[in-house]
């Protein structure tokens, strides 16, 4: 016996009480949600594990940190984020943009022998300038 008395309806998708109808002191099967604003997520109410109670099965969605992207090269600047569950306009995922209005200049892309941080490493043309000494002797 687990405590509940026989012919009593309980949250478990079977007719308990024997009079035609399932769960229907519960609101299993009924919209839900979780979360707020864009962090809301909709499901439906299913039996508990306690058959006395309904929860909501809608998965908790997680709030994570976007960043400004002015160049459109999909980086932003660390300093310059919101966070939310859904990407707002103009701004990625990525950050570590040294550059930001720049597109060729951002961690995805190759040092160049410009004179320019080009990938935002924090070193200037490393391994991609050739010195040549031209003096003569």
């Known amino acids: 016996n687990d405590g509940i008395p026989d012919n009593q309806e309980i949250c478990d ?3 308990n009480d024997n009079d035609g109808e399932t769960d229907e002191d519960f609101d299993a099967g009924d919209t ?3 979360g707020t604003g864009d962090c809301e997520n909709f499901g439906i109410k ?3 594990s306690d058959k006395l109670s309904t929860i909501c099965n809608a ?3 997680i709030p994570q940190i976007f960043y400004v ?3 459109g090269d999909d980086y932003g600047l660390d300093n310059n984020t ?3 569950c859904v990407k707002p306009d103009k701004y990625v995922d990525k950050n570590g943009d040294c550059d930001d209005t720049n597109a060729n200049i951002n961690p995805g892309v190759q040092e160049q022998c410009n004179g320019s941080d080009n990938n935002c490493d ?3 043309d490393e ?3 050739v010195v040549f000494d031209i003096t003569e002797s």
Do not use: R, W
Request: glycine share 4%; charged share 20%.
């Open 122 to 124: 924090g070193i200037v």
């Open 32 to 34: 839900c949600s979780i």
């Open 127 to 129: 391994h991609v300038c």
């Open 82 to 84: 919101t966070t939310a």
């Open 46 to 48: 299913i039996c508990a």
């Open 13 to 15: 998708y079977i007719d």
């Open 59 to 61: 998965e908790t969605k």
């Open 69 to 71: 992207d002015n160049d």
